[in-house]
């Protein structure tokens, strides 16, 4: 069939997917079940696809969590160094309006199914204000994002205060002179903790393991502007730096009363915060073990310990999911995730994946040089590989870091190496700024 491109979703990697293959001149249309761009970033005090929370600000600094094709320079300067949820959903805005993005896009349109049908075309299933219809693309780009499906634990015993799952927290005021459990050592379940603590009887925070809580600043700037110093480095030679950089800044766990680190630095992925530690230091927030089971309302943990709580926040992380695929086409929910540069399918060559990774550091600049990849193949100016399958091996046999086994560690990559390996593939004048200032000329001329 003739060219005709579809993308799933249109928050920060989607917008970029749709800039970069509508630059290369080709036919796209991108659905999204929200009603604007923005994905995770557009917080509202709603259940919605959405995770962040009302006071949400990223980990990674606005210099490295910028598109080159659209800087926080080209967008408005004065953004502080980690900006706020609703500072990126403007900037995203921003950038789709910057590249006339908003033509291409159906908005309150889920993609409810995608089939491949036996000549490899797709067929695509959307649903807008209940009717469905089934329209046919020659490829398939899927941006549908990875922090949205909730993933429970499970205990022994039953609860029988609230349990809700950090997805649904959205702000701290309901949990006024609550006792709150926070389950989990990542970056929601620290944050959730320090905003809790503001307002609750108790907050306690349990982990199943150590944990290093990475500062957002060293010496006065941004932790990762810092760490870019040294990304010429050797990995391990980097994980060591880091290691004795937060021991000395910082000291031991047990200073805490939390868990020892068991694990090199990038084993799990990193947890940056400024107040969990001086929260618990001031008595706001308690250390806790693992919990070994629940009676009503009260807790046992691991040690024994015995304690009552109104609410537990499971911040346990979420689901890789892809409901519109048939399970024995697609399933990557209980990895591994065989894709090489992890977008490119070992067998289905019209179907890409764009921001499906998990950095130590930002997605988005990386979803902008994946999908800049996936624009020059689009446009017949780049071939890939042809031993693709044997690539998605290597890649998955030898990973930039060597992590622990629990299911959020199934597509860690290192933001700097990717970004290297991704450029290793695109031409120098990979920036399409220069192409954008041509088209929007172009356009004026035909307009004139
Ligand atoms: C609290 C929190 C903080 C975070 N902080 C950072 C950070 O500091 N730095 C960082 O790099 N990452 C962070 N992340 C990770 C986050 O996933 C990325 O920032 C980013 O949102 C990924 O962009 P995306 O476009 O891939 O996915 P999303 O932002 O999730 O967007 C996916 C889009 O697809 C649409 N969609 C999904 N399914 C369908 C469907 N079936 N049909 C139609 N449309 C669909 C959704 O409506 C949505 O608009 C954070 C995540 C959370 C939860
Ligand atoms: N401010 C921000 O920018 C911000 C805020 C929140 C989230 N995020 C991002 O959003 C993404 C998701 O983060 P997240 O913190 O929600 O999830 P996450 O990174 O997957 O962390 C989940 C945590 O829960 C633990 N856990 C999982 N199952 C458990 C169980 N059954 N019992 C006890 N503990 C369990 C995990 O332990 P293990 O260590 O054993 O895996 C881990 O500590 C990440 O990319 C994160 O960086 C960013």
Redesign the pocket.
Known sequence: MKQRIAV????????TALKNLVDQGLEVVA????S???????YSDEE??????ET?????SKTL?QYADFTFDDFDPTVSD?PS?DE?RNYFQAYANKFNLYQFIQFD????HCELLDKGTWEVT?EKGGVRKAERFSQLVV??????KPRYPDYPGEFTGEFIH??NFKKAAPFAGKRVLVIGGG??AC?VAVETSRVSAKTAISWRRGYRIVPKFFFGKPTDVVAEGTKWLPIKIRTLFSQILLRIMLGDNKLYGLRPITNNFGSLHPT?NDELLHKIRHGKVKPRLDIKRFEGKKVIFEDGKEEEFDTIVACTG?WLS???FDKNLINYSDGPVPLWLKMFHPTISNLYF???F??L????PG?ELQSKLMAQELGGKWKRPENIAALCQKEMADPHYKQINTPRHTITVDFHLFVKELKQHLPKNYLSKVSMAKRQEKELNHSQ
Not at 56 to 60: A, D, K, L, P, V
């Open positions: 799933i979703g249109v928050g920060p990697s989607g917008i659905f999204d079940r929200n604007e761009v923005g994905g995770n970033w557009i919605s696809h959405s995770s962040v929370f949400t600000h990223i980990i990674s969590s980690y949820h990126l349109t889920l993609v409810v959307i941006c549908n994002g990875h922090h949205w950090s997805h970056n929601s944050d940056i979420y892809h409901p519109f764009i921001g499906m998990q950095p550091g930002c997605i988005w979803a």
